[in-house]
């Protein structure tokens, strides 16, 4: 069974929190987090992975040093080990989100915004473009966001990074459905959308047709005060 959990930062964020948090992680991905100029993207970065260490934890009753991550050869996160659970997180804006299950999952959260919707020539495919340019102006960026955090999460599901190219797989969504017409070998695959926040877009892809109906919210207090338990 899938399980999606979000929290919503504000960023003030305990620097004793912090610090027992960030020593959690290995020093590679601290060195990372340490490398960030701007406070909330090294915050958003600390939280996607604690969360879906908790998470990890939590669902194989293990410590958090038993975690041990791989990448495959396109750079996607994987647990080593246990190839029957698989992982995904994302963030954006102040929202994280982290979503686990027994089969390939992406997740993507985007916060809405103003755009070039030109840029949609260039990484959707033909259909695409006919059914954003199809929308009505009012509607037009917010069907641009639904679009593009579908095809990402169906990206970071599949696992092969940059090598899948945005415009070799098409996605439309009709009414309540979402459609994916694609000729790549990861096509047996399903979508959910989740409604967290009005400025905000989730998508999630997963092999299985089993969704939780609505994204667990915690706050990072809540992440912390469970998390510590597995050190």
Request: glycine fraction near 4%.
């Amino acid at each position: 069974m899938t399980q999606i959990y979000g929290i919503k930062l504000e960023y003030d964020v305990n620097p004793f929190q912090m610090r027992n948090l960030m020593a959690a992680l290995p020093i590679e991905k601290q060195n990372r987090i340490n490398r960030f100029i701007h406070t909330a993207d090294a915050v958003s970065t600390l939280t996607a992975d604690i969360l879906s260490r908790l998470l990890i934890c939590n669902k194989l009753n293990i410590k958090n040093s038993d975690i041990q991550l791989m990448t495959n050869k396109y750079g996607k996160p994987l647990l080593q080990g246990n190839h029957g659970l698989h992982f995904n997180n994302s963030h954006s804006g102040q929202w994280v989100l982290s979503a686990l299950s027994d089969s390939s999952i992406g997740i993507d959260v985007e916060i809405i915004s103003e755009i070039d919707i030109d840029i949609a020539d260039h990484c959707f495919s033909e259909q695409e473009c006919l059914d954003l340019y199809a929308q009505k102006d009012v509607t037009r960026t917010d069907y641009f966001f639904e679009l593009w955090t579908l095809k990402e999460s169906y990206i970071k599901a599949a696992g092969l990074g940059l090598s899948l190219p945005l415009s070799s797989f098409t996605i439309r969504i009709d009414n309540d459905a979402i459609l994916l017409d694609t000729q790549n070998v990861f096509n047996n695959c399903y979508f959910k959308q989740y409604p967290i926040d009005s400025a905000y877009k989730v998508s999630v892809c997963s092999q299985q047709d089993r969704f939780p109906e609505r994204v667990v919210l915690i706050n990072f207090n809540e992440m912390y005060e469970q998390f510590i338990g597995y050190l």
